[in-house]
C-alpha cells in the first residue's frame, strides 16, 4: 500500500459507510481504516480524519456531539438540548458522545465539528480567573 | 666874580650865622653835613640804589611769579578740585547703579533661586503623587486580584462540596434554555 489517501478521502469514505438512520458504521470498516492507519504510519492523522468524518455526516443530516458532564445527563435536559442543536444545525438526527468528567464540577460541555458550548462551572472559575489585571 | 660869589656867600652866612647861632646850629658843620648827605647820596644814587633796586626788582619778579605761580597752582588746585567733585559725583553715580545693579542682579539671583525651588518642590510632590497613585493603584490591584483569586478557590471548594446531582442538572437546564 504505497498510495496514500488523504483525510478527505478517508472520512468521506466513513460517511459514505454510515448509517443515516442510526449513525452507526459497520466494525469491519472502522478496523479497515484502524489497518490503514497503522500501515500508512498515520495514526496521528486519526483525530483529524475523525473531524473531517463528523463534519462530512452533516450532509448525511446528522450531528455527533461530545457531551462532557460531572454527571450523565438526565433525559428532559438531553432531549431539550437536542432540540435546541437540531433547530441551530437544521439536522434530524444527533448522536451524543458522552464524557463524564468531574473536573468540570457542574454543568456541561458540547462540542460539535465547529462549536464549543461551554457551560461548566469550571469554565465560571475560569472566566472569574481571566477577570484578573 | 666867584670871589664876589663867595664873599657874598660869606656874607649872607655870616648873617645867617648869627640866625644859626642863635638856633644852637653850627653853619659849618651844618655844610659840612649837607655835602657829606649830598656825598652819600649820591654814592648811594650810584652804587648802592641800583643794586637795590635790581635786587627789589628781582623780589618783585619772584613774588610775581610766586604769585603767578601760587594763581597757576590756585587754578590747578581749582581744576582740581573740579575733577574731583567730578569724579566722586561720577563715582557715586556708579556705585549708586552698581548697588541697584547688585540689588537687581541679587533679586533675580533670589527669584531664580526661590523659582528652582519651587520648580523642585512641585516636582518631588508631583514624584511623590506620582508614586503614591502608583502604589495605590498596585496595592488595588493586587486587592483585586487576591479578591477574585480568593473567590475564585472559595467558590471551587464550596461548589465541589456542595453541588449535587439535582442542583446539577439544575444548572444544566438552565444552561441549555440560554441557548439560542
Known amino acids: 500500500m504505497n498510495h496514500k489517501l488523504s483525510n478527505r478521502s478517508i472520512s468521506g469514505y466513513l460517511s459514505d459507510q454510515t448509517d443515516a438512520s442510526n449513525g452507526a458504521v459497520n466494525s469491519s470498516v472502522i478496523r479497515i481504516i484502524a489497518a490503514y492507519a497503522i500501515e500508512s504510519n498515520s495514526i496521528g492523522n486519526l483525530e483529524s480524519i475523525i473531524n473531517d468524518y463528523e463534519r462530512s455526516l452533516l450532509n448525511k443530516d446528522i450531528l455527533i456531539v461530545s457531551l462532557v458532564s460531572s454527571e450523565q445527563l438526565d433525559d428532559s435536559n438531553k432531549k431539550a438540548l437536542e432540540d435546541k442543536l437540531c433547530k441551530y444545525y437544521n439536522v434530524s438526527k444527533i448522536l451524543f458522545r458522552e464524557i463524564i468528567n468531574k473536573n468540570i464540577i457542574g454543568g456541561f460541555k458540547a462540542i460539535t465539528p465547529d462549536a464549543e458550548i461551554d457551560g461548566t462551572i469550571n469554565k465560571g472559575l475560569t472566566l472569574l480567573r481571566r477577570m484578573k489585571i | ?180
Not at chain 2, 79 to 84: A, E, G, L, P, R
Not at chain 2, 166 to 178: A, C, N, S
Open chain 2, 1 to 180: 666874580m666867584s670871589l664876589e660869589l663867595l664873599s657874598n656867600a660869606q656874607m649872607i652866612l655870616f648873617a645867617k650865622a648869627d640866625i644859626f647861632q642863635s638856633l644852637g646850629v653850627d653853619l659849618q658843620t651844618l655844610i659840612f653835613q649837607i655835602i657829606a648827605f649830598l656825598v652819600l647820596v649820591f654814592l648811594l644814587g650810584k652804587f648802592a640804589y641800583p643794586t637795590l633796586i635790581e635786587a627789589a626788582d628781582r623780589h618783585q619778579k619772584e613774588i610775581d611769579e610766586s604769585a603767578a605761580s601760587a594763581e597757576n597752582v590756585q587754578k590747578i588746585k581749582d581744576q582740581s578740585k573740579t575733577d574731583y567733585e567730578e569724579l566722586l559725583k561720577k563715582a557715586h553715580e556708579e556705585a549708586g547703579e552698581i548697588v541697584h545693579q547688585a540689588k537687581e542682579d541679587a533679586e533675580s539671583v533670589v527669584k531664580n533661586a526661590e523659582d528652582d525651588a519651587n520648580k523642585r518642590a512641585n516636582t518631588i510632590i508631583d514624584n511623590a503623587n506620582n508614586q503614591i497613585k502608583s502604589d495605590i493603584e498596585a496595592a488595588k490591584k493586587n486587592l483585586y486580584n487576591d479578591t477574585i483569586e480568593f473567590v475564585t478557590i472559595a467558590t471551587e471548594k464550596v461548589t465541589k462540596e456542595k453541588m449535587n446531582s439535582t442542583e446539577d442538572q439544575t444548572l444544566i437546564k438552565k444552561v441549555v434554555e440560554e441557548l439560542r
